[in-house]
């Protein structure tokens, strides 16, 4: 193997704070690595047979490297070449005009003024407002469930949508994809190929799908403001219940311990690579006296030293959250369920069986039942059931993710 010359694929480098991010783009498979391992790995790009590759490390920085763990890394990675295999060539990428139209300085503008209008409406006409109330668009229940389950779907898939068109402005071949939360299929728009680009231009992709939920909310607002006459319109009241929903996705994302979008911007800000993990396990290491909290191995873990760093801190952030979260849903979805249950109460309780009140909040309640009853039982038969023995498993690399 010392005369032996490697042929690679196209491989990006990208400083960070605690090494260079090396990638191949076609394939989303990147790798963290120090200076001298770059270096390595350059040398060995450019043609130098392994062991002379070797011997140059041992002069340069005066240890030994083994050579054959390196290379089957490489190989691991994909970033090595197969006997007669081609080198890859970059994916194509659609939409990027689009991209850079929907990002340029007039679109900035429209987005400006969409906000500021829907603002300046809420400050004067105060049904305008946020209110939990407004979710509530007409008399039926199951109406509202129906109407906003509808309605979620566009609103989400346009959030995701901007995540993927402010990547593919840079010519990064990002993608949407089918997901699941718990037993909910959700959208969600993978952004690995962000660590292709330095660190300032992740910024914006990452944010797009809050500025697309501010830029919703704010037309959805305009679009009930032009209905008011002698009062809110069937399509406003539907506008408005909307919008209240897209307000409780915008301010989840201010959960960072939840991986939210925010928290990819705070870890590419602080220049950390896994730092929920690292505090999560920092945590349990201070609370292993628990019950139930099992010690982690902190000597053996792989993180980096920025994450062991600022992982005491980010715990803080995380218990501080978990209490921020309990606070928002008393404030904002408490009234909701709250709402829901006085209503159905009132229309069993004193409804008349063979009135349409009675029936409604039945098929609600069903429609409840079925929500946070059957369907977590079908989702949890389907995680035991085994996967086919012909069906290989998906070993996928760092997936940079947006949330919903």
């Not at 660590?195 to 037309?219: E, I, K, S, W």
Request: proline letters at 8%.
């Amino acid at each position: 193997m010392s005369s032996t010359r490697l042929e690679f694929h196209p491989l990006t480098y990208v400083p960070e704070r605690d090494g260079v991010t090396v990638g191949r783009v076609d394939a989303t498979s990147f790798a963290l690595l120090p200076e001298d391992g770059v270096a390595l790995l350059r040398r060995l790009a450019d043609g130098m047979p392994v062991g002379e590759a070797e011997q140059w490390y041992q002069r340069t920085f005066g240890e030994p490297v083994d050579m054959a763990d390196f290379v089957d890394t490489l190989r691991e990675l994909g970033f090595v070449r197969a006997d007669g295999e081609p080198p890859a060539t970059a994916p194509k990428v659609r939409f990027r005009r689009l991209g850079r139209a929907a990002f340029s300085p007039p679109a900035w503008a429209a987005y400006a003024l969409i906000v500021v209008a829907a603002a300046v409406a809420m400050v004067s006409r105060p049904e305008l407002r946020p209110h939990a109330s407004n979710v509530f668009f007409v008399p039926s229940l199951l109406a509202v469930q129906l109407g906003l389950a509808l309605c979620q779907s566009p609103a989400i898939l346009w959030h995701e949508w901007y995540h993927l068109l402010a990547a593919r402005r840079l010519g990064l071949p990002t993608k949407m994809r089918v997901g699941r939360r718990l037993y909910y299929a959700v959208v969600e728009t993978e952004l690995d190929a962000l660590l292709t680009v330095p660190a300032r231009q992740r910024y914006l992709p990452m944010l797009a799908g809050l500025l697309a939920d501010a830029v919703l909310f704010g037309a959805l607002v305009l679009v009930a403001w032009a209905g008011l006459s002698d009062g809110l319109s069937w399509p406003g009241r539907l506008a408005l219940a909307v919008a209240y929903t897209v307000l409780l996705r915008m301010s989840w994302q201010c959960y960072v311990f939840l991986r939210t979008d925010l928290y990819y911007v705070a870890t590419t800000a602080l220049g950390c690579t896994n730092l929920d993990e690292v505090s999560r396990a920092w945590l349990r290491d201070r609370l292993a006296w628990l019950p139930g909290v099992r010690r982690p191995d902190l000597a053996d873990a792989d993180w980096s030293p920025r994450d062991r760093q600022l992982a005491p801190w980010f715990a803080l952030i995380t218990c501080g959250g978990v209490a921020a979260l309990l606070i928002t849903v008393t404030l904002w979805t408490a009234p909701l369920v709250l709402e829901f249950a006085s209503r159905v109460f009132t229309a069993l309780a004193h409804g008349s069986p063979t009135g349409p009140g009675f029936w409604d909040s039945v098929g609600s309640l069903l429609l409840v039942a079925f929500e946070i009853v059957l369907l977590p039982l079908l989702a949890g038969r389907t995680r035991r059931r085994p996967a086919p023995a012909t069906e290989p498993a998906e070993a996928r690399p760092y997936a940079g993710r947006s949330a919903p």
